[in-house]
């Protein structure tokens, strides 16, 4: 039956004869569930223990050290983090990513980046980075693709604690039971720093707290009706310090800096809660609905700058499937506003979509379709509407019960952010923004064995239109607009293999190129120029051994290529994006249901930074640090 389904996830290894295996995980969160194997999508697929198992503070380090998601803290603040995939910079990346936590998207209507530090690493069963494809699902922003996660919903029992150095600590828990009828569970965290860098001649550091908790029932009062609920909430409060010098950075990248304008102080605070139910007209034939209601507020307490956010959505699908044709067929609508000193804006997005998948012996074909009504308003009266239309083909053919090939189109779209149509300081309105249009192409390999899981993907990408912020050096002429004609080509390739019993090695490596063809902004001409934060290069390798059957030590290595500053869309900044570098180790022991472990970050006190321009560096996991603790399972 899907209910049970919708009650339990597939995990990502299982035990036989005491050796740990490798399995074809299930996609949970696209429109139609199928497995990696026979997906005609490049997928990444995260289980809740590959997750445990990297001792990680946030969704942000896993995503940084374990996929081939690149992520950079947003100006300093390590609770905004901005994200990256797919070749479209860690400047404007993260516009172009749709993110969703149990199918609720948390992307906001301005350039705030999705809060991914509201929802703590052990409230996550499963974590799903589908590339180049989910327009269809996921829709207004999904040109690099989708991040899905998935919320526990099982009978486990956990809290765990740690500390480490700079005056980390954390607690957090998770607390589940499931059964044939109900569903149930809470988690939360705390965490505190104490701070890594001065803030000001005082001495005074960069601290920051997060408390988080969520709430989710599910219930079957009956085989053909489940009823589900939900709510959470996160409360954070960071200060973090400005950008420093090229001297500053390199003599010393905790310093306050002395040109800068000084430390940031920003709360933000969100609240959700949603509902909804699945009806299961018989074996083949289901219907979903949800709807959910977010409040934020953003808080720039140094400014006495507040933005107040209100979002409200809903969902509902008909999904039917038997052995040979799967079909699903949605509407969905979203309802945002932004409230802050200078304006108040709205965005309705109304979109239709669905999405079919053909089996035929080795063969599946997938082919959907979204239509997409996208309105803003001001209230000063620039309004504007979209009519946006998605497309995605694919085919995988099943070579044999391990091997598979994969082709897939996806043609995608995404809108500006309200707040870059408005002068920051005024308000004033500075011209509507064409919506960024993409045809994305990609070829794939998926190998699948017991010992060895190998993935690999070429990709190619034609933009028209393609949203950026120019920064102009002056100031005046500063605004969201469009390049004219951009592309971008690559290599992604995952291989995780199990050597022996003992070791095991994981690997995501990424190349990527990002052209500009043809742009002219304020006189400047960027036509034939690379896209500006774009590393070639970007490899994340982990190496595991099992020194027994308790004991765990883990090595992972990050390495990211130089690229070009973050406004450098000239090409000739005296200064480059430096390439970023860590090493960090990991011990883990395991006795029964008490696991202690200990992990190291950036061993070898390497030097890491984001660089928007010349002598405008902001530092990052630019020394040693250390966390301990333990997890206990109930």
Avoid: C
Wanted: charged content about 25%.
């Amino acid at each position: 039956m899907k209910k049970k389904i919708l009650l339990s996830l597939l995990a990502s290894t299982i035990l036989v004869a005491g050796e740990i295996e490798l399995t074809p995980l299930s996609i949970t969160s696209t429109a139609i569930k199928t497995d990696e194997l026979k997906s005609t999508d490049a997928v990444e697929i995260y289980t809740a223990e590959e997750i445990e198992k990297a001792h990680v503070q946030n969704v942000y380090e896993f995503l940084n050290q374990q996929t081939s998601v690149i992520t950079m803290p947003s100006y300093g603040n390590p609770f905004s983090q901005k994200l990256d995939f797919r070749g479209y910079g860690i400047g404007d990346g993260y516009q172009n990513i749709v993110i969703t936590i149990d199918g609720r998207k948390i992307n906001n209507i301005d350039m705030v980046a999705p809060l991914l530090s509201a929802i703590s690493p052990a409230s996550i069963e499963r974590m799903e980075i589908i590339k180049s494809s989910g327009i269809v699902k996921g829709g207004d922003g999904a040109n690099a693709g989708a991040i899905n996660i998935i919320t526990k919903k099982t009978s486990a029992k956990e809290i765990a604690v740690y500390m480490g150095t700079h005056g980390v600590a954390d607690g957090s828990f998770y607390l589940g039971h499931s059964d044939e009828k109900l569903s149930i569970s809470a988690s939360g965290e705390a965490q505190k720093s104490d701070g890594v860098r001065n803030i000001n001649s005082n001495g005074d550091k960069d601290e920051n707290s997060l408390t988080t908790g969520t709430f989710n029932i599910t219930y079957l009062p009956s085989d053909a009706l489940e009823l589900r609920a939900g709510a959470s909430f996160a409360r954070t409060d960071v200060i973090y310090a400005s950008y420093l010098t090229l001297d500053e950075y390199s003599n010393d990248p905790k310093v306050a800096g002395a040109t800068n304008w000084g430390a940031t102080e920003q709360t933000f605070d969100t609240d959700a809660i949603g509902g909804g139910f699945s009806y299961f007209i018989n074996n083949k034939i289901s219907f979903d609905f949800d709807a959910n209601r977010e409040k934020k507020q953003s808080n720039y307490i140094t400014y006495s700058s507040v933005t107040d956010y209100d979002y409200n959505s809903f969902a509902s699908t008909l999904d039917y499937s038997d052995k040979f044709f799967s079909f699903t067929l949605g509407y969905e609508r979203f309802d945002g506003n932004l409230v802050n000193t200078n304006n108040d804006l709205t965005k309705v997005n109304d979109a239709l979509f669905f999405m079919s998948e053909f089996y035929s012996g080795k063969s599946t074909l997938k082919a959907g379709y979204r239509y997409e009504d996208v309105s803003f308003e001001s209230k000063t009266g620039e309004d504007q509407k979209d009519k946006l239309h998605g497309i995605e083909l694919g085919y995988n053919y099943t070579l044999d019960e391990q091997k598979s090939i994969f082709a897939n189109y996806a043609h995608s779209f995404q809108t500006s952010s309200l707040d870059r149509l408005f002068k920051w300081s005024t308000g004033a309105f500075m011209g509507y923004v064409e919506p960024s249009k993409a045809h994305n192409y990609t070829l794939g390999f998926n190998y699948i064995r017991p010992d060895n899981k190998l993935k690999i993907s070429l990709f190619y990408i034609d933009l028209k239109d393609e949203i950026y912020y120019y920064s102009d050096p002056t100031w005046v002429n500063s605004r969201n607009t469009n390049i004219d004609k951009s592309h971008k080509y690559g290599l992604d390739v995952y291989d995780k293999w199990l050597v022996t019993d003992e070791f095991n090695i994981a690997l995501n490596y990424n190349y990527v190129r990002a052209k500009i063809d043809k742009e002219v902004e304020n006189g400047e001409d960027y036509s034939g120029n690379d896209l500006p934060g774009v590393s070639d290069h970007n490899i994340k390798a982990t190496f595991s051994y099992l020194a027994n059957k308790n004991t765990t030590f883990a090595i992972t290595q990050l390495y990211r290529s130089e690229a070009y500053a973050a406004n450098d869309f000239n090409n000739n900044f005296a200064q480059k994006q430096e390439a970023y570098k860590s090493t960090d180790i990991s011990l883990t022991y395991t006795k029964d249901s008490l696991e202690l472990f200990a992990k190291i970050n950036n061993l070898f006190n390497q030097k890491n930074g984001l660089w928007v321009q010349d002598d405008a560096i902001y530092p990052m996991n630019f020394t040693t640090t250390a966390i301990a603790g333990f997890k206990l399972k109930i």
